[in-house]
């Protein structure tokens, strides 16, 4: 098993920063596959990056050269740099990890970006 807490969400101005971290409660050193999803007000939830294994990042086409996915093992945190934020990249994001057939979600981290 694993808990998967997010953090680091707030409010932007079109054209900002934000960078968020899950925190994981084990070594995600043997977890596969993490990843960050969205769902924005009234849509379905939405892959945003992905790590699978030692490969590398994949990204959605909305955030691709905008979002950076990354992982520090030694803190069993995954992070997603998003620049250039967009008011359309409004949602609460959920951090998601894969172990032994099992999927996992933390609780969301609202992100809203004004324009």
């Known amino acids: 098993q694993v808990q998967l807490v997010e953090s680091g969400g707030g409010l932007v101005q079109a054209g900002g920063s934000l960078r968020l971290s899950c925190a994981a409660s084990?070594?995600?050193?043997?977890?596969?596959?993490m990843g960050w999803f969205r769902q924005a007000p009234g849509k379905q939830r939405e892959r945003v990056a992905l790590?699978?294994?030692?490969?590398?990042?994949t990204y959605a086409d909305s955030v691709k050269g905008r979002f950076a996915i990354s992982r520090e093992n030694a803190k069993n945190t995954v992070y997603l740099q998003m620049n250039s934020l967009k008011p359309e990249d409004t949602a609460v994001y959920y951090c998601?990890?894969?172990?032994?057939?099992?999927?996992?979600w933390g609780q969301g981290t609202q992100v809203t970006v004004s324009s």
């Open positions: 998601n990890a894969v172990l032994d057939s099992q999927i996992y």
């Open positions: 084990r070594s995600i050193s043997s977890i596969g596959f």
């Open positions: 790590l699978v294994g030692g490969g590398s990042p």
